[in-house]
């Protein structure tokens, strides 16, 4: 029996009975796992643990924990002291290891503060590692009418791919549907490594890449070697190197800086999502990728280690080396299952020692200041862990993007086609970009809006200082801004001069912070007709200005609900019964100076 086959069925034997309690079928219009919270907690220092949990799909979005720990027989302890509702991890810097102890969360909402789900236990004076240790038993190979167990060729993926609810069955050049009849053919030939995801967040539907073989006298038929194309319709995106024998093609988010998917693999380097090179130089592998820092672009996962591109030294940074631990497969170098199997939203890796005797489950302890639902509460997602292992192994993809739409670092001139200011045409009023920030020095009203319609869910996030200095506009007020903005009677939204009372006929958002001279923070809704709702207002000093205070701004739809978040603190949230679904983001001021950098619109899962 091959070694990867042996390996894998170990896998599947062990991760079944250590996961089990966790998946419980539940019947509803596609089955999925009833999942549970999932906590895992590693140790990583003399007192220190990292512990992390699911959100669910069923939780609501200002949903708050709290966590607690239990030290043998010693009642609970609870290591929070406000409650987390924006991440959903914990550093704990005081556990006691001559002792057994176990971790567990409860919702801060809940009436009885109870364990959500089984507490997960360290045994006194367990080692500092980063991962899971389950022993394995290697079964003994065998034969099924006289032939050894092996594996089929290449590779084939299933999902969604023409949004009818149900799953259609890829395998490269052709997509089978639903009913089991051909759904396209694409005439891309043959192909090791394929990947089906929402890769560009502008076009409808998902997308296909893959790359293709060509030898021999297949080569004058100058068959791409690597291409995309609409996973719904077969229609050819882009492709590249006519006659090219490409082997290896990987695409995923690495780069934040071009929205979309990146893709390698074949002529033409690092590409962005519409085939052009980005730079020729390409990561250190193309292989599996996962989600293991703490921001939204995914990392490189190949032989024993885990890596990330860094796009702006075009070069590769190690993040992980599990000593000890060899991958599957031969040249391939995969590992035994990359999957979001427990924990916050980021992978876990499974890797087997080098002696067969254990797996080990790796799970990051990287702290994130991000807070999403468990990528297994997506039904795509949760396929391509089940089909992960078939044929040449493929990392898994979610049914809809997820990364950054779009980032701006403010280091070139002001672009008036990105950003376009409004600005009260009063005397000494400036909007520019200076040291890698857009500076809002004026004397009356500005507005600069983001030239991008924004639609569905996603997430805003921003750095924001309002400078109080010896400027002539230096002045603490007005740290404001408008979201899901547009115009009901005109298609051209940038008509107005900045003067606040311009944009009363506007559908919007808006939230002023440190409004009327650093009094008052509202939030409102402009309805269209010259109506402001008032939706909720703060008057006390925890909630206004500090001067020179850089502010991290969070701005957050999904399903219809929107929340506006300072420093990690939710100030705002509001499930909207008539939701805006699409609009145009502004920042807002009067009579100000401000400095805003790291700008960045990224996905909502």
């Not at 002291?81 to 991440?87: A, G």
């Not at 030939?189 to 073989?213: K, W």
């Not at 090219?244 to 380097?269: K, L, Q, S, T, Y």
Request: proline fraction near 5%.
């Amino acid at each position: 029996m091959p070694m990867k086959c042996k390996i894998q069925n170990a896998v599947r034997a062990s991760l079944f009975l250590f996961l089990a309690a966790g998946f419980l079928p539940a019947f509803a219009q596609r089955q999925m796992e009833n999942l549970g919270r999932g906590v895992v907690a590693v140790r990583t220092g003399e007192k220190s643990v990292f512990i992390s949990w699911r959100m669910l799909n069923s939780d609501p979005q200002n949903i708050a924990f709290n966590i607690y720990r239990l030290t043998d027989n010693s009642k609970p302890v609870k290591l929070n002291s406000q409650p987390l509702s924006s991440v959903s991890w914990f550093i704990d810097d005081n556990a006691d290891f001559s002792k057994q102890n176990a971790w567990y969360v409860t919702n801060n909402s809940d009436k009885a503060e109870v364990p959500a789900g089984r507490p997960f236990k360290l045994s006194s004076d367990v080692p500092q590692r980063q991962y899971i240790s389950i022993p394995l038993e290697i079964p003994e190979g065998g034969e099924i009418s006289g032939r050894r167990y092996s594996y089929s060729a290449n590779d084939a993926s299933a999902g969604d791919l023409d949004g009818d609810g149900k799953d259609e069955f890829c395998v490269g050049a052709m997509t089978v549907d639903d009913d089991g009849k051909g759904l396209y053919s694409t005439g891309l030939r043959h192909g090791d490594a394929l990947h089906i995801s929402d890769m560009d967040p502008t076009r409808p539907g998902l997308e296909v890449f893959g790359i293709h073989e060509n030898e021999g006298k297949t080569i004058e038929l100058k068959t791409p070697g690597a291409a995309m194309f609409d996973a719904k319709t077969g229609e050819i995106i882009f492709s590249v190197g006519p006659g090219a024998d490409v082997g290896r093609g990987v695409a995923a988010d690495i780069d934040p800086e071009h929205p979309g998917f990146e893709n390698w693999g074949g002529p033409g380097g690092l590409r962005n999502v519409h085939g052009k090179t980005i730079t020729e130089e390409t990561p250190s592998s193309t292989n599996f990728v996962i989600w293991w820092d703490g921001d939204l672009t995914r990392e490189l996962l190949d032989k024993n280690r885990i890596d990330k591109w860094d796009w702006e030294s075009e070069s590769t940074v190690n993040l992980l080396t599990a000593e000890g631990c060899v991958s599957n497969n031969g040249s391939k170098a995969t590992p035994c299952l990359s999957a979001d199997l427990f924990g916050d939203w980021r992978e876990e890796v499974i890797w087997r020692t080098g002696d067969n005797s254990e797996l080990r489950i790796y799970t990051t302890v990287i702290p994130t200041d991000y807070r999403f639902r468990s990528f297994m509460c997506d039904p795509q997602y949760r396929l391509s862990v089940a089909w992960q292992n078939v044929a040449y192994n493929q990392p898994p993809h979610p049914g809809f993007f997820f990364g950054v739409y779009f980032s701006d670092n403010f280091k070139n001139a002001l672009d008036t086609n990105i950003w376009i200011p409004e600005v009260d045409p009063l005397p000494g009023s400036k909007v520019y970009t200076e040291n890698n920030k857009l500076i809002l020095d004026t004397k009356g009203g500005v507005t600069v809006w983001l030239n991008k319609l924004l639609k569905g869910d996603f997430i805003i996030e921003f750095d924001r200082k309002v400078v109080v200095a010896d400027g002539k506009n230096d002045r603490l007020s007005d740290m404001n801004v408008f979201w899901m903005a547009s115009d009901p009677r005109n298609q051209d939204l940038f008509t107005r001069e900045g003067v606040l009372k311009q944009y009363d006929s506007l559908q919007l958002y808006y939230v002023g912070m440190g409004g009327n001279t650093n009094s008052t923070t509202r939030f409102r809704k402009y309805e269209g007709n010259g109506e402001r709702t008032l939706l909720q207002e703060y008057t006390d000093t925890g909630h206004l200005l500090t001067p020179n205070k850089d502010y991290h701004i969070k701005i957050e739809v999904l399903n219809g609900t929107t929340s506006f978040w300072a420093d990690g603190i939710c100030y705002f949230t509001y499930n909207d019964p008539s939701p805006l679904r699409e609009g145009y983001f502004g920042f807002r001021s009067t009579w100000s100076h401000q400095e805003i950098s790291n700008f960045r619109v990224s996905s909502h899962r």
